[in-house]
């Protein structure tokens, strides 16, 4: 700012002292002009009147234009030069018909003009009169060009001009450092509170209002980052934004937790650093064309899907919004629908194809009436376990449906399992199984109908699996404030690997077995849930050929 006032300044100066100089120069010479034509007036109607009055003959230019340097020229009316008192021989001398001051007198009776040298450096000034004979009586002077003026002043011009430029030198730095020193002294964050000069007054307001303008925006835009952050840091999707190069601009915490990394290492990478993935290739060049796509990719033990979305922006592609989603649980979920699916219609398969062929046979009139009692058993056989097979699966799927309200009363556990037992008795019986009830009365807030789920399949399987003669534990004790479940027997034993498998819908170790004691390989994760959907848990502990506990914690 500082080198522009100064050569503001100087410019100012210079073009001053040239303005000036001229309008000097110029004024000078017009004076010595005006005096030099006046000067020559005077001789020329001085020598005139002697012209007129004595003759040629008699009169001494020379002496009559006394003590002045004046050239005198006498011209005829024709122009042709009779007398010069500079040049001896006036025969070689031009015409002079044409020149401005003769001819300007011709006109006017009198005329001036003047020329330069062709050097430049003198002029010469001419006055002329007209005779009444009709000569013409022309005086001339030299003089200085108004160049040559210029020339003789311009080291005192030049003097003056440094003299003036180092005073505005002067000057201009003075002003400027107050200037500036007001200007740099204005506080910034109170403009308003302290007036320099009251030509600042404006600015300072000015600065005072877009101060709050500032203010009010950082406060929305922090406002505005603040929500923005909330939402994306609170999401349970993943989300990268990237820019139109493929560099991640931003990745929320989601995206990290999903795929087990620092976000902030990869700030400013491309996308290939992060994920090199055909999926995620496919989605970020299919945004970037302008495409929403959508792809699937393994991780380590996830399933996740990408959506990619171009960020436009006057048609124009600014970046890329990656949305990741954890669809592991939805895949299982859907696995398991579709596997629960195939194996409800092949359980319900075989009972129905026996009594469909039973009745068949009996249709046809191909079993003997004596026969007929046992095969209508087989049929009604089949159909219950159908029918058992039904509720089970009703139950499993209404299970399912975490929106059942089941209800709720105080059971004593102790009386419910005593009630089951007692109901399971004839099983126990018909397979010389001892069924051993004990412990204490425990009072729970529960549903009657999936308490006795729990308790039927879980003392119906220690009866089923147990050995001829064995032995069956059902004990209800508190642990911690909570019901404690165990059901312990002398049976066949579940092998390690299959003991967390056995709560899977319709696994059984020994399908044979199973569906011999009328199993329907739903009973575990019927128990399963019911005591989930009572925020328990189970733990099992089995022996081959020695026994199973199952303990269960409501
Ligand atoms: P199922 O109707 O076949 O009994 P469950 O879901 O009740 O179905 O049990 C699943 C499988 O777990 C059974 O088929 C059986 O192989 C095994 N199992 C369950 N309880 C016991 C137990 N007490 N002892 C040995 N094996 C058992």
């Known amino acids: 700012m500082k080198q522009r006032i100064y050569r503001n300044y100087f410019w100012v100066a210079l073009t001053t002292i040239l303005i000036v100089s001229f309008v000097f120069v110029f004024s000078y010479n017009r004076t010595i002009h005006d005096q030099k034509e006046e000067g020559m007036r005077e001789e020329a109607e001085f020598i005139s009147a002697l012209l007129e009055k004595q003759g040629d003959a008699d009169v001494d230019f020379q002496a009559a234009a006394g003590k002045t340097d004046f050239r005198i020229t ?3 009316e024709n122009g042709m030069v009779l007398y010069d008192n500079k040049v001896k021989d006036v025969s070689g001398m031009e015409n002079h018909a044409k020149r401005p001051e003769i001819l300007k007198a011709s006109k006017n009776g009198e005329g001036s003009s003047s020329r330069i040298s062709s050097t430049i450096q003198s002029e010469t000034y001419y006055y002329a009169r007209k005779l009444s004979d009709g000569r013409y009586l022309r005086l001339s002077s030299k003089g200085l060009s108004i160049w040559s003026g210029f020339v003789q002043v311009l080291p005192a011009l ?6 003036v430029i180092f005073i505005t030198f002067l000057i201009a730095h003075f002003l400027t450092r107050n200037i500036v020193e007001a200007i740099n002294g204005i506080d910034l964050e109170n403009p308003m509170e302290h007036l320099v000069f009251p030509e600042l007054g404006v600015l300072q307001k000015r600065l005072g209002f877009q101060n709050r303008k500032i203010q009010t925006q950082m406060q929305n835009m922090k406002e505005q980052e603040y929500k923005l952050t909330a939402i994306t840091e609170n999401m349970n999707e993943g989300l990268i934004m990237l820019d139109a190069d493929r560099r991640i601009q931003y990745m929320n915490q989601s995206c990290q937790d999903l795929f087990e990394v620092s976000g902030s290492k990869f ?49 124009k592609i600014q970046g890329i919004i990656i949305l990741v989603l954890d669809i592991t649980e939805r895949e299982r979920t859907e696995r398991m629908r579709k596997e629960f699916s195939a194996n409800v219609s092949h359980e319900l398969k075989t009972p129905l194809t026996s009594i469909s062929g039973f009745a068949e046979l009996m249709e046809n009139h191909l079993v003997a009436p004596e026969d007929v009692p046992e095969f209508a058993a087989k049929i009604h056989r089949e159909s219950e376990r159908l029918l058992t097979l039904v509720n089970d699966i009703i139950k499993v799927s209404q299970l399912d449906d975490k929106e059942v309200y089941y209800g709720k009363e105080n059971i004593d556990l102790l009386s419910f399992a005593k009630e089951v037992c007692d109901r399971l008795e004839p099983m126990a019986q018909s397979r010389n199984v001892t069924v051993e009830l004990s412990g204490d009365a425990v009072l729970y807030l529960a549903s009657r109908q ?19 003669n064995g032995k069956l534990w059902v004990t209800v004790s508190e642990k911690k404030g909570h019901p404690c479940i165990s059901v312990k027997d002398t049976g ?28 329907t390989g739903l009973g575990l994760s019927i128990v399963k849930h019911v005591v989930e959907y009572y925020g328990g848990y189970i733990e099992i502990h089995s022996k081959m050929e020695e026994g199973t506990e199952i303990v269960v914690h409501l």
């Open 74 to 76: 006498l011209i005829a």
């Open 267 to 315: 700030i400013g990478q491309t996308i290939s650093g992060f994920c090199d993935s055909i999926p995620m290739q496919e989605v970020v060049e299919s945004a970037l064309k302008g495409n929403v796509h959508t792809a699937m990719q393994e991780l380590d033990h996830k399933k996740v899907q990408y959506f990619g979305n171009p960020i436009l922006e006057n048609q």
């Open 492 to 519: 066949i034993g579940v092998p390690m690997k299959y003991q967390s498998r056995i709560f899977e819908r319709f696994f059984r170790v020994d399908k044979s077995h199973s569906k011999q004691t009328g199993g």
């Open 450 to 468: 999936l308490m006795n789920d729990l308790f039927y399949n879980l003392i119906e399987n220690g009866i089923k699996y147990n050995k001829p």
């Open 158 to 163: 030049t003097g003056i001009a440094l003299f």
